[in-house]
Every structure is written in structure tokens, then in C-alpha cells.
């Protein structure tokens, strides 16, 4: 009788501990998801960069300067 009561206690912390891992790993899950959902609203909203790349506007700039002198 004693071996029946060690093993439903036993069967009873694996499914707790079952439990808490599929909760842990759900919520995981929905951190993630969260978290690459903001990030590509991130980049969704982001300003696009200009056409003009920094090295054709410098060098627009110093031939202006150049002109202007």
C-alpha cells in the first residue's frame, strides 16, 4: 500500500513539474513573439533614409564650398 502512495506522489510531481515547464516555455514563446512583433513595427515605422548616400553629400558639400570660395 505504501509503494502505491510513493508512486501517485512521484506520477503527481511529474505532472506538476510537466505543468510548469509548458507554462514556462509558453510564456517564452509569447516574449518572443512579442518582442519580434515590436521590433518589426519598429522597423515598419521607421523613417526611410534619404537617397543620397553621407559620401555623395559630402562630396556635394565641399565642391559647394569649393564654388562658393
Not at 516574449?31 to 522597423?43: G, K, T
Not at 523613417?47 to 569649393?66: G, I
Amino acid at each position: 500500500m505504501m509503494l502505491f502512495v510513493v508512486l501517485f506522489l512521484s506520477l503527481a510531481l511529474v505532472a506538476l513539474i510537466g505543468v510548469a515547464v509548458v507554462f514556462a516555455v509558453t510564456r517564452a514563446t509569447a516574449w518572443v513573439v512579442q518582442r519580434v512583433e515590436a521590433r518589426d513595427d519598429a522597423r515598419s515605422t521607421a523613417p526611410s533614409a534619404p537617397d543620397t548616400s553621407a559620401r555623395e553629400r559630402v562630396s556635394s558639400e565641399s565642391s559647394n564650398a569649393r564654388s562658393a570660395a
